[in-house]
């Protein structure tokens, strides 16, 4: 038997000619831990992907070898009952059946007669969240009682259920809090000590740096290195990642501020569901010309809500009185807010930012078509002309404007979104997560661009669960925490940890 | 087996229309031997064109529905109430045929944008909507007729649906189309060139313009070898012009695909959502009211039964012709096309005297393929 547990040789996969993975090698040993970093588009989620057969054998080249055997799975169920169980980005949790149903699900435990044994499945669901140190988790109750870092450690009690031998992690803390964060870590650390083996995808460097034992780079589809973890450090495994140095992440420039230009007063929201709770209790804030106001808080705090609500779109009852440039407006649907200035860049690219079947062009022009038609014709050259120096100022990378955008990187798309929102002309802008699933170049691209439009006069609200992102760009920081506001500071000589006390509830009257 | 699907939906996803093209050539030669050329005559030839108009109408409506992600399964009702109200303004009342024709167009032109209204702006799903539109107008057009058949009295009337253009206004209208798409062409041409984007290589335009011109000058020439243009068949082809523009060169035609791929990002964009949803019903009305003319002048008469299951048909054509299940795609040539192989099939089966029971259990089977070949072939199937 070899030493490794999975080995990888050579695996290449190409689209209609264009090559995805070009001759990639990845070796995990039994109980280790691996990072696999590199930019959007990189050939991470392919690579893992040929792995878990949901491309089956044959449609790639190369070598899997399993526990010293070569592995040639045609379906994903086959890659389960050998042990590789992948965890997706996205969960795959049905929110109304309950924790120990979700964990079961696929292969539940039966009575005769094919009734499901549930005294058995809750048992065996309890041990495993004793496992996964969550012993207060009522594995009766359905998903949705839980948030997102539940969710999360249910989907490994699930793997676990399966008996993994190797879990496959993609961005598993990408809707996590920072304490979520370090229990997800420490349950890493646990099962490579009873010998799971771990390969994790992720942007945060810092996450890979604190669990791995070894990291994995790959750029445009070819390995770039294999190191291990001890004597990296991050700026490395950037450099590895871009082939270039990087050398400051925030390229924040300096800017005049003007006075008050935008002012929300008073906004609430009630939960769809249950509308006894709220998920913005009486917000209060202001926005000055050309400043850009970071509004950091855990998942769930209610910034999105917020954004929602003066975007005109949250779904449930909302109030929020708000004045832009002296005047009092009213914003009653997306289609009004835009009309009169106000602009949002969603924090769900794929539900809610691109319409995928479109051309990058058509997507771009999406909320100012009427001004490329006379009697509602559309003047095709007209409208391409603006596209062309859209996607020139944004450098986003397409082969043509009529290329579907669902083809393109998350951080392409992310970046015609953007063009987008920005071609209605707005004077207050919301960008909700707007580096999320983006590589590392266009993260600095989008940075650089903030810059520039504020420079303009533009107020942009960055919602960011990133904190060094709000501490890196930020004018000034609010701080939301269970639907309130906690804080509200001049970002000077602000730290991470003010703001994480300000959002968890402690003392925040010693806000500056 | 892999391997076999994997080739046919790459196949099917590049040359759809040729596809397409393909299978109607087959069906028209398979029919042919058949019948000893029976049906390949100019004469059966305008036949099966003025079968298809109908259809046709209700499909150019149709298709636009599907693409924006809905289902509309009142139309063979609605197409049957309109020519009824035709039939009654007509024989019971003397309007004046340019009334009758208005009324029936604002009548239908306002069933869909209620239809739309109720599906749009109160949420209720298109296909309870519709389902519910399906038993009402046609329970309002039995309640109206009270189950008898209404003659036609004006000859003027008839002429929409039996009449047929001179051959010599039929050539001039080939040769007004072929010089207005050598005009369009070189108008794109130049207009690019000026904005100093890519222009295509002339000859490849060229080429195009040459099989335009080809079929443009066989089309005509058939149908003049028999009567001429039949006039349900020229408004089906203006229709045909006008969607297709406005599908590709309009606002509201972007919106519609815009909406059915993601209404959620499109909403979010500053569009008004359920107003194109509610125009997309309104123009799906538009042509209920034009099929529903042409059926009670092709038949000289409103019938109560009149339309029955036109929906269906008209559905199997979109997705015949390549509109997506899952709504965001779609063209109306396409639908037309989906259109001329349904009443191919059922002209043909008839001819060689295939029973009536079959052509369903065909009809069926065809719709089921179509559909599969879109899943197989589709957007999204990879996710």
Known sequence: ?512 | MAIGTHNLKRFFSQYKILALLFAIAVIWLFFGQLTDGAFLTPRNFSNLLRQMAITGMLASGMVFIIISGEIDLSVGASLGLLGGIAAIMDYTYHFPVPVTIVTVIVLGVGIGLFNGYWVAYLRVPSFIVSLAGFLAFRGLLLGLTKGTTVPLESPALVMIGQAYLPTMFGNLLGLGLFALMAVLTFRTRSGRAQHGLAVSPLWQDAVKLVVIGAVIVGFVYTLNLYEGIPVPVLVTLIILGIFSFLAKQTVFGRRIYSVGSNLEATRLSGVNVRMVKMLVFGLMGLMCAFAGLTTTARLAAGSPSAGTLGELDAIASCFIGGASSRGGVGTVYGALIGALIMASLDNGMSMIGVESFWQMIVKGAILLLAVWIDVISGAGSER
Not at chain 1, 7 to 33: H, Q, S, T, W, Y
Not at chain 1, 56 to 84: C, D, N, S, V
Not at chain 1, 182 to 194: A, C, M, P, Q, S
Not at chain 1, 494 to 511: H, R, Y
Request: proline residues 4%.
């Open chain 1, 1 to 512: 038997m070899s030493e490794y547990l999975l080995d990888m040789r050579g695996i290449v996969k190409d689209f209609n000619g264009v090559k995805a993975l070009d001759g990639i090698d990845l070796k995990v040993r039994p109980g280790e831990v691996v990072g696999l970093c590199g930019e959007n588009g990189a050939g991470k989620s392919t690579l893992m992907k040929v792995l878990s057969a949901v491309y089956p054998y044959g449609t790639w080249q190369g070598q899997i070898f399993w526990e010293g055997k070569e592995l040639k799975a045609h379906t994903i169920r086959q890659t389960e009952e050998a042990g590789i169980v992948i965890i997706h980005q996205e969960l795959m949790l049905v929110p109304q059946l309950s924790v120990a149903e979700n964990i079961f699900m696929g292969n539940e435990i039966r009575l005769p007669g094919g009734l499901m044994n549930y005294s058995a499945m809750y048992k065996r669901a309890e041990e495993l969240m004793a496992e996964l140190k969550m012993p207060d988790v009522n594995v009766a109750l359905p998903v949705y009682h839980y948030g997102g870092g539940h969710q999360q450690l249910i989907e490994i009690a699930k793997a676990l259920n399966k008996r993994a031998k190797l879990l496959i992690l993609d961005e598993p803390t990408s809707s996590l809090t920072k304490a979520e964060t370090e229990i997800l870590l420490d349950i890493i650390r646990d099962l490579k000590r009873k010998g799971v083996a771990c390969v994790m995808i992720s942007h945060k460097l810092d996450e890979i740096a604190a669990v791995c034992d070894t990291i994995s780079v790959i750029r445009d589809g070819a390995h770039v290195g294999t190191r291990p973890m001890s004597g990296m450090d991050t700026n490395e495994i950037i450099t590895m990642m871009v082939g270039r140095e990087i050398k400051n992440l925030f390229p924040r420039e300096e800017h005049p501020i003007g006075e008050v230009f935008f002012e929300a007063r008073n906004v609430t929201c009630l939960d769809v569901n249950n509308p006894r709770r709220k998920r913005v209790d009486n917000i209060s804030f202001t926005l000055r010309k050309g400043e850009i106001l970071g509004v950091a808080g855990l998942v769930g705090a209610g910034r999105t809500e917020l954004a929602m609500a003066i975007f005109g779109c949250y779904p449930g009852q909302y109030d929020a009185e708000l004045w832009l440039d002296g005047k009092q407006i009213s914003v009653d649907s997306p289609r009004s807010a835009v009309m009169q200035g106000i602009c949002l860049v969603p924090e769900d690219r794929k539900r809610h930012g691109i319409v995928p079947l479109q051309g990058v062009g058509a997507n771009i022009t999406m909320a100012v078509l009427k001004d490329y038609a006379r009697y509602g014709v559309i003047n095709s050259e007209k409208e391409l002309h603006q596209i062309e120096k859209s996607i020139a100022r944004m450098r986003i990378k397409t082969a043509s404007p009529d290329l579907p955008i669902r083809g393109l990187s998350g951080g392409n798309q992310q970046k015609a979104v953007l063009s987008k929102m920005l071609l209605p002309n707005p004077k207050v802008l919301i960008l909700d997560e707007p580096t999320r699933g983006v590589d590392v170049g266009a993260k600095y691209e989008i940075y650089k661009l903030m810059f520039e439009l504020v420079k303009q006069g533009l107020s942009i609200i960055m919602i960011s669960s990133e904190l060094p992102e709000v501490l890196g760009i930020s004018d000034r920081v609010l701080v939301i925490g269970e639907g309130q506001l906690r804080g509200d500071f001049i970002n000077e000589g602000l730290t991470q940890e003010q703001v994480l006390t300000a959002a968890l509830g402690q003392s925040s009257e010693l806000a500056a």
